[in-house]
């Protein structure tokens, strides 16, 4: 009866072993869907990057499967898809939902805001993650950074803008926030889908659109059709954005945790660089290829003007929501205090190159 | 003997089954040498995040443990220590090892050199890290981006600086290539030890010195005894360092060797984050509480020159050593692309805000 008792022994610990080892290996296999279309450049390429590097990580116990927006066909329905839990995951821009809160609207850019990296330093040391999560944990969602744009280009104008009267029944394609302060100077703010925008341009259905900046515009066309390529004002730092569902996260051990974190972490941060990267090597391409395009700057008396009716919305958002008032004061505080060390440091150092 | 052969077969389950759980479970104990003491505020939090995340990450089994130079006692052999093994990873910048391998000094910053963002794109989009991995693979070492402190300040000065005359017979502490070029104004450039520095500045031994930015100088006491604070030229974008050693890398799994590779960059583009966080509130703390701390930006007069001494060095370095070239030429040539896209994005942007 020696070996039999070893025998049971023996097969105790293997059960055990294995069961360990059964906890340990199991796969979670997630979805995101994603507001842009497949292989949509730059924008695609964050959470492509953070499912490859979540995989290798985990050795392939998190499995992040990607939807583009030609799959699951609704580029603004990614937020209820993942408050919903039909998708663990989504790869968006907060500003898209400001009809459904609109306290979502401050965690993408505002107009006369942040530049990246003083961004950055108020998502991540700054208190911006604890407003964003204090949003979205309403509706059961943890939201992340997800990649920045960097400064946006103000726009494609088939005609030089001169003054701010040049605004007034001026027919164009800006969404957002930055649609509200431009109609306050008579422009006629319209939505057109993304794969008409050129033949609008081109046929004179608008006079003008903002999209990306060199990184992405050139690949669209509008080069060709309205010269008058404006400096930005309205999307100083557009950070995209991870949403997680709040209770698939928390199923997951410890560890996948902590991996899906510092993936979506330096997938968004590569993707400042990588927009920085690319809109370097376009426009370098543009003014070699391209001598018709006019770079130009709003002059000061129409940036000045934006930035009132800017303001005046600003303060009209903290009068109706005690939410919105805390997150736009967080912001302007602290862009006070971080504009000035910009100021004296980046600032300072290029100004003495350009001028 | 049914039982005998039972058992024998279990067993030999059993140890196929807990050799798996053995190298799966297998926990990797690292040593990490940074060239900062203990506690050393922001260069120090770059390899403890990093640590943190991996432990986390890895669930275990990678275990990076630091020690500061107060402990290993040689600021200046962390190279050594990682090419020869004792330690498997070091925290570093690095220029420090100009006088072992001079290709190594232009992987930190260099003066005139691109700022956090563009330096960033350039190395991870640019060829940059392929540049760097050509000169540390010599030494059988891996190199990675540890972290940026952003835009240093130019120094802090007991009389205020107002012609290239005003250089010569200056004694300051500024290392490296800077050094170079402000001793071809005339400047007696020395070494000092930091905790010296103070005492230095105070008693006029030396009449100004370099530190880092508001982010770290503050706690130094430099603002009480040379009030006239310049902004930057010499170090646009210092960025650190993590170096590992190539066969210590080679032998952690895959997922172990992604899981170090993220938790490095994730650390390393958060430091820029805090560096600019803690530089913009410490700046906000003199202006309050140090009145008397002027800050001031050299002369057209002063860069001009400081520009055409750097740039004669540049040359002499590029005819003194073919990969120097390829290194300069590759930073050249993407800094005229980058700079012009920062000159019409976040510097146009900026530029309508203080003008």
């Not at 003083?118 to 949003?135: D, I, S, T």
């Not at 259905?205 to 990184?215: F, H, K, Q, R, Y």
Request: hydrophobic letters at 40%; proline letters at 3%.
């Amino acid at each position: 009866m020696k070996f039999f008792k070893l025998a049971i022994t023996v097969l105790m610990i293997t059960s055990l072993s294995v069961a360990l080892n059964a906890s340990d290996k199991k796969v979670y296999t997630w979805k995101l869907a994603q507001s842009w279309g497949t292989n949509f450049p730059i924008f695609g390429d964050a959470p492509k990057n953070m499912a490859e590097r979540v995989k290798k990580m985990s050795n392939g116990r998190l499995i992040i499967k990607i939807d583009s927006s030609n799959k699951h066909k609704s580029a603004f329905g990614v937020f209820d898809f993942v408050k919903s839990g039909r998708y663990e995951m989504a790869h968006t821009a907060s500003y898209y939902w400001k009809g459904k809160d609109m306290n979502t609207l401050f965690f993408t850019t505002m107009p006369f805001g942040m530049i990246a990296q003083e961004q950055n330093a108020w998502f991540y040391y700054g208190g911006g993650m604890e407003l964003m999560q204090e949003v979205y944990g309403k509706y059961g969602m943890l939201s992340f950074p997800g990649g920045n744009t960097g400064n946006q280009m103000g726009g494609w104008f088939r005609k030089e803008m001169k003054t701010v009267d040049d605004f007034k029944g001026l027919k164009m394609r800006i969404p957002g926030f930055a649609g509200e302060v431009l109609s306050k100077l008579g422009a006629s703010v319209v939505n057109i889908a993304p794969g008409e925008l050129y033949t609008a341009l081109d046929r004179g259905t608008i006079d003008a659109l903002e999209w990306v900046g060199p990184s992405l515009d050139l690949m669209m066309g509008f080069h060709k059709v309205a010269p008058f390529y404006y400096t930005g004002w309205h999307e100083p730092a557009t950070e995209l954005q991870f949403l997680v569902n709040e209770k698939a996260f928390a199923e997951l051990p410890a560890d996948l945790q902590e991996i899906l974190k510092q993936a979506m972490k330096s997938s968004a941060y590569d993707m400042l660089s990588q927009s920085t990267h690319e809109s370097a090597m376009n426009l370098a391409k543009i003014k070699k290829d391209f001598p018709n395009v006019k770079i130009k700057t709003f002059s000061k008396e129409i940036m000045a003007k934006l930035k009132e009716e800017n303001n005046k919305l600003l303060v009209e958002m903290s009068n109706k929501d005690p939410m919105a008032k805390k997150i736009i004061d967080s912001q302007r505080e602290y862009m006070k205090k971080i504009r000035a060390w910009t100021k004296i440091s980046d600032y300072a150092y290029l100004k003495s190159d350009f001028e």
